[in-house]
């Protein structure tokens, strides 16, 4: 699938969010599922639908115990089965596969070192890390650890995963009723950031190489 298909494929996704909130759980566990199983992580990023979706939760248009079961659950899964491609494919022929899907041998390392370091405790943190989350069960079911303890961090994994999209919906709808109901100081802010941005860039930056 082209790169072009695939953010055709979101944008419908994210249309049909819009257009059908009372469905919203079929697309959210769809691409929570998607997006840990079998490596499609690597092509499928199911960022922008859920923060979407976030935001509509925030709105009151989406249940928010529809949106973290079904979000929770797709992941949960996601990982379940990754698990046991890692598992299939052992640590010796990992880094070939990983390399198929665009993972380059640095990062592979990364997730390796990762990995080893935290145990499945990296289940419940991995996931917040672009690079890591959609290689992280597959690279741990490589090592192949105790199932029932993989599935415990796992779950929690999930569900913490699924509450931080609560969170941040909740915090950019606020922004965003901010914005609107103080026009001139969001706009004073917004100069001031740019402008401390533009300075920085010009002579930070330049102090920094003498």
Not at 12 to 36: A, D, K, Q, R
Not at 113 to 138: Q, T, Y
């Amino acid at each position: 699938m082209e790169l072009s298909s695939l953010y055709q494929f979101v944008d419908s996704s994210i249309h049909f969010v819009e257009e059908h909130p009372n469905l919203t759980c079929f697309v959210l566990f769809g691409w929570s599922f998607l997006e840990t199983a079998f490596l499609l992580g690597l092509v499928l990023p199911a960022e922008k639908v859920l923060i979407l979706s976030s935001v509509l939760v925030a709105k009151g248009v989406i249940s928010p115990f529809s949106f973290v079961a079904c979000v929770a659950t797709g992941t949960f899964l996601g990982y379940q089965l990754s698990y046991f491609m890692g598992f299939f494919i052992g640590e010796r022929y990992l880094s070939g596969v990983l390399s198929r899907f665009g993972v380059s041998e640095k990062n592979f390392r990364k997730v390796k070192r990762f990995v080893e370091e935290r145990g499945e405790v990296s289940l419940v943190f991995g996931r917040f890390i672009p690079v890591v989350r959609p290689a992280l069960p597959v690279v741990i079911g490589a090592f192949e650890p105790n199932y029932l303890k993989f599935t415990v961090y796992n779950g929690a994994g999930a569900l913490l995963w699924a509450l931080s999209y609560l969170f941040l919906g909740n915090l950019i709808d606020k922004l965003i009723s901010t914005i609107i109901s103080h026009k001139l100081a969001s706009l004073f802010a917004l100069f001031f950031i740019l402008s401390a941005y533009y300075l920085w860039r010009k002579y930070g930056k330049n102090r920094e190489n003498v």
